[in-house]
């Protein structure tokens, strides 16, 4: 909550979202829901509970996921027949038991036995990962793209960087398909993406081409719809909220989720944030081709050239840069307080609109904790008394990928409900 102190706030909000986003699986822990709001059979459900229990253990025996989860052993045993039949439990050890017997035998699950590809954009760079069942990241690549590249040329680097990452997919592995989350207009209802005003050429570009060319699916979406897809998924209190995402970086651009579900538009654009205006009369021009936008004054874009002798190391990579605005002196420059300046009142005009219960900034610029400091002083001295001590706000690291893993739940949740059905019938 704002309320309390300002500092420890920051950094238990920061730590925490880091620690799932590092190392959580939330996908795999609830996986032994994924047939719930469809009609489906028992059997069916207990699968996929004996799944989720080999997903998210150490290495376990039959007796131990049927003790712990109350099937039947029968069952139990069958699902894993099964699940070692289609490759995705393998056994590794064999232990004494407790009493006199034939050991028991230890199982794990295979994570690489599905993968797919996510590719997003950060600031110019297309950056793809391969990414498996754990959410682990297998393999990444960085392909650079000019500021007047187009339609063919964004393609042509996806098709590289696939051809790169493919040298990876390991041995045995099902890709499921290609993720990619985008920003400007991204009409994610029919695969294209209408406009990015970062690349000017790029024009309702149909990434049915890709698909076609690569042979697999292909899914767009916006870059904050996936972040929050991500943050909702690790945050099982989220799902129950509504929150707001916002990211100021490169650019500015936000998200919304009610109640667990990402809004959108049918038009490709939602909370567009960074391009409210500030000026329609003496506003410098903005990327998007309007005047007076707030990332005119508040994004990376605009006021690099100002803070570029004050700050070492790369401007366009926002982890990099994040590292660097660690330094609290950073947060006085002129050109950072005049950005802090425009996105408080950016904040509370969006709060205005959305009443959230939980505001997460992610980007290079909250990684300072006097920049977020004054973010959360200005909030709680301006939002009305009786929605001050309920909105929480958090910020993430810019080491914060959750597009990279958000944009490809989808994929395995579609893959995953087909496969954990149980084929047998346990007696």
């Known amino acids: 909550m704002i309320g309390r102190s300002l500092l420890p706030a920051f950094a238990n ?9 590092e190392g959580g699986r939330a996908l795999l822990s609830t996986i032994g829901s994924i047939h719930d709001g469809e009609r489906y059979r028992l059997k069916d459900r207990e699968k996929a509970l004996v799944f989720e229990k080999l997903a998210t253990s150490a290495p376990c025996s039959r007796k131990w996921i049927a003790e712990q989860t109350g099937i039947r ?4 045993s069958w699902a894993v027949k099964e699940l070692i039949e289609e490759r995705f439990v393998t056994a590794v050890a064999a232990v004494e038991g407790d009493r006199p017997g034939r050991p028991a035998v230890l199982l794990q699950l295979e994570f690489n036995r599905l993968v797919a590809v996510s590719m997003y954009v950060q600031a110019r760079e297309l950056r793809t990962a391969l990414i498996n069942l754990a959410e682990e990241i297998v ?3 960085i392909e650079p793209l000019a500021p007047d590249t187009d339609n063919r040329e964004f393609l042509q680097a996806c098709v590289r960087s696939f051809a790169v990452i493919g040298r990876h997919v390991p041995a045995g592995a099902e890709i499921l398909g290609i993720a990619l989350s985008l920003v400007g207009t991204v009409a994610s209802g029919n695969n294209t993406w209408v406009s990015a005003a970062r690349w000017r050429n790029i024009r309702a570009l149909d990434f049915g081409l890709l698909s076609e060319q690569l042979g697999l699916p292909v899914t767009i979406s916006r870059m904050q719809d996936s972040e929050l897809e991500y943050l909702v998924q690790k945050n099982l209190a989220y799902q129950q909220k509504d929150v707001l995402f916002v990211h100021w970086g490169f650019g500015i651009g936000a998200a919304y989720a009610h109640g667990g579900a990402v809004m959108g538009s049918t038009i490709g654009r939602f909370c567009e944030i960074g391009h409210t205006r500030l000026s329609l009369d003496h506003g410098k021009p903005c990327q998007c081709g309007a005047v007076g936008c707030l990332e005119t004054e508040a ?10 002798e004050d700050i070492r190391g790369s401007l366009t990579d926002e982890r990099e840069l994040g590292r660097t605005m660690r330094c609290p002196e950073i947060a006085d420059h002129p050109a950072i307080t005049r950005a802090t300046h425009n996105v408080m009142l950016a904040l509370l005009n969006i709060h205005q609109i959305f009443y959230p219960d939980v505001i997460v900034i992610a980007g290079p610029f909250t990684e300072n904790e006097v920049v977020f400091g004054r973010l959360c002083r200005f909030l709680r001295s301006q939002l009305p008394d009786y929605a001050r001590d309920q909105v929480e706000i958090r910020a993430v690291t810019a080491d914060f990928r959750g597009c990279a893993r958000g944009s490809v739940y989808r994929f395995f949740r579609s893959r995953l409900k087909q496969l954990l059905t149980l084929r047998a019938t346990a007696n």
Not at 16 to 21: C, R
Not at 73 to 76: A, C, D, I, M, R
Not at 299 to 308: D, F, P, S, V
């Open 13 to 21: 909000a920061r730590d925490t979202l880091q620690a799932h986003h």
């Open 73 to 76: 052993p029968t069952t139990v």
């Open 139 to 141: 393999a990444e690549h």
């Open 299 to 308: 994004a990376l874009w605009a006021i690099r050239a100002e803070i570029a």
